[in-house]
């Protein structure tokens, strides 16, 4: 059986620049990867060398059939030092995306995804008062290049943010698994958001929003007050803000069972994915329903969802159910309107370092060339027929 997705749905491929760009040295990240007693498994390095190659990363998307690409903006690029904004960064990032739209596809803008200029973090970062005021200042220098996206993000996944600020506070010791969130950091980027958010309308028009890592949370049979309350300050309260957005973006890849003393690992008997998540393609379902319960008003749009897999097959299975999910939502009244797949490329994943390949495209760590799995020109062919075959 196939079915149809709504007509204008709207496909691509995510990126961001800190992960896949390489050389990101004016950015807070950069120190943490080199610090000794730093989280991270190994620093990104040259990551992909996609600040050259960005050209062939874009004509790989086109050429596959998705319509739009999804990557963001490096801030420590654009204002290395307080005030000091580059030229020559503002014109790299003009002519990615003239590229993007050279080949017709729609550019879809991140401003933030993880990354700060280091002086920013070393002063206190989102939990400074005027922090707003900073991060609307950077905003505000790269909002003429935005006049042309299809949607503009302010923050990727600020409740990840928040978590991942815990990484930068002297002496923190980082736990096995996702530090819990500051609250601080929480509130710091909510104010920017909507700052952003209010002031980037009058630029761009009614395209900005924000996209939040939806993590499926329930109880061990089910939803319950305690999966609830543990799920406010590590997902809900970021969907509550985005109620008056021109859209929201809803990124996810698992759940996690909540019990009376938190999370609970998961079993031996599950697969899992290589960052060591268990494999649930059904969480997209459940994450666009409760984001739709929350902000029933805004159109939703899957700006990340996909799997670390060392076997390509199951990629592919992976994606056929999740896109199951955005189909029987769509069923349900759930307005959702594209589709990224996270990511284009196999990258640098954040603490985990290069090991987890979430590519459609996979990436020699020696010499950078680019290789398409097949996952990704079978994500082309549902793309270009707008619709799922079920097997």
């Not at 059939?65 to 307080?82: A, C, K």
Request: proline share 7%; net charge negative.
């Amino acid at each position: 059986m196939t079915r149809q997705f709504p007509d204008g749905f709207l496909w691509g491929a995510a990126t961001a620049a800190h992960q896949i760009e390489g050389g990101n040295v004016a950015s807070d990240w950069w120190k943490l990867e080199h610090r000794p007693d730093g989280p991270c498994a190994e620093p990104s390095g040259d990551a992909c060398d996609s600040y050259h190659r960005y050209p062939e990363d874009v004509a790989i998307v086109a050429g596959l059939g998705l319509g739009s690409y999804r990557f963001s903006i490096e801030w420590s690029r654009i204002e290395p030092e307080p005030g000091e904004f580059s030229r020559v960064q503002l014109d790299h990032y003009r002519r990615m995306i003239a590229t993007v739209l050279d080949a017709g596809l729609r550019p879809t803008v991140t401003l933030h995804h993880f990354t700060s200029p280091f002086w920013f973090t070393k002063g206190g970062g989102w939990a400074r008062a005027d922090s707003a005021d900073r991060f609307l200042r950077y905003c505000e220098t790269v909002a003429p290049l935005l006049t042309e996206a299809a949607y503009v993000c302010t923050f990727n996944e600020p409740n990840i943010a928040a978590s991942f600020a815990r990484y930068f506070e002297p002496g923190y010791v980082a736990p096995a698994g996702l530090p819990d969130p500051d609250s601080r950091i929480s509130d710091g980027l909510t104010r920017a958001h909507l700052r952003v958010r209010d002031a980037l309308r009058a630029e761009v028009g009614p395209r900005v929003g924000w996209a939040v890592a939806t993590q499926s949370f329930s109880g061990v049979d089910g939803p319950d007050e305690l999966s609830a309350a543990y799920a406010y300050e590590r997902e809900t309260r970021f969907l509550e803000v985005a109620v008056d957005d021109d859209w929201l973006g809803v990124q996810a890849y698992s759940r996690t069972i909540v019990g009376p003393d938190g999370p609970l690992p998961v079993s031996d008997e599950t697969e899992r994915t290589l960052m060591d998540w268990e494999y649930y393609p059904e969480a997209l379902g459940s994450a666009l329903r409760e984001a739709h319960r929350i902000a029933p008003r805004v159109p939703l749009i899957v700006t990340e969802n996909g799997i670390a897999a060392a076997d390509d097959r199951r990629r592919i299975d992976y994606v056929r159910t999740a896109l199951g999910e955005v189909l029987t939502a769509i069923d349900d009244g759930v307005d959702v309107r594209g589709y990224f797949y996270w990511s284009l490329l196999d990258n640098f994943e954040w603490a985990h370092g290069y090991r987890p390949t979430f590519g459609l495209v996979a990436v020699d760590r020696d010499t950078f060339a680019r290789i398409p799995r097949p996952s990704a020109h079978w994500l082309g062919a549902v793309a270009r027929a707008n619709a799922l075959d079920a097997d």
